[in-house]
């Protein structure tokens, strides 16, 4: 079995800065995309930010320039720095990992962390 575990989202103020976490356990012989959802109500999930095993990373056209995603291979853990937050931010993040595990390909995802950006 594969586990992802989610921390750091929270409430902050427009123009503020958050960086969530997302470490996964378990049954792993290989990491290959990692990636970062949000879902605000009403709306349907969408990509965020993702980045590969080689390091390429892909943004979402409205958190270019403001967030950066990252991960460290060592302890299978993905970061998504958010800067300049604005209340459009405002959603549940998901982690989403793509994994070999013995025997089989899974992609799981992560329980999910609110972030509400308010004043």
């Known amino acids: 079995q594969v586990q992802l575990v989610e921390s750091g989202g929270g409430l902050v103020q427009p123009g503020g800065s958050l960086r969530l976490s997302c470490a996964v356990s378990?049954?792993?012989?290989?990491?290959?995309?990692m990636g970062w959802y949000r879902q605000a109500p009403g709306k349907e999930r969408e990509l965020v930010a993702s980045?590969?095993?080689?390091?390429?990373?892909n943004y979402a056209d409205s958190v270019k320039g403001r967030f950066t995603i990252s991960r460290d291979y060592a302890k299978n853990t993905v970061y998504l720095q958010m800067n300049s937050l604005n209340p459009e931010d405002t959603a549940v993040y998901y982690c989403?990992?793509?994994?070999?595990?013995?025997?089989?390909?899974?992609?799981?995802w992560g329980q999910g962390t609110q972030v509400t950006v308010s004043s």
């Open positions: 980045i590969t095993s080689g390091g390429s990373t």
């Open positions: 989403n990992t793509e994994i070999l595990t013995p025997g089989r390909w899974v992609r799981p």
């Open positions: 378990g049954s792993i012989i290989r990491v290959l995309v």
